[in-house]
């Protein structure tokens, strides 16, 4: 997933990398446990820290998902679960705009 041009720029192919896969796939077990909730390092528990995850992401989707939050308050387990399907949305559009592109240069 990618920051927005006017954010900065963090771009990453989807799918991973075999290695970057490998990586998520051991540490995200770990996130969801002992960094994401109330008892641990509260990314996806604390506002301000949560704040800071979702301003890498576009600013409309951000505000919607923060609005949905607000709204039907989810367990940081779920918010992540919403962050990794907002995540393959934006990394499928991408992908979708990509090829568009590259079919139009053609």
Do not use: N, Y
Request: hydrophobic letters at 40%; zero cysteines; a positive charge.
């Amino acid at each position: 997933v990618a920051k927005t041009a006017d954010k900065g720029a963090l771009a990453l192919g989807w799918p991973l990398h075999v290695s970057l896969k490998r990586a998520f796939d051991l540490l995200e077990p770990i996130f969801v446990d002992h960094v994401a909730p109330e008892t641990g390092q509260r990314h996806l528990a604390d506002d301000d820290k949560l704040d800071k995850i979702l301003s890498g992401l576009p600013t409309d989707v951000a505000r919607r998902l923060k609005e949905h939050w607000e709204k039907h308050p989810p367990s940081p387990a779920a918010k992540w679960e919403g962050l990794k399907k907002v995540a393959a949305d934006l990394a499928s559009s991408s992908r979708e705009a990509s090829a568009k592109r590259h079919k139009s240069s053609r």
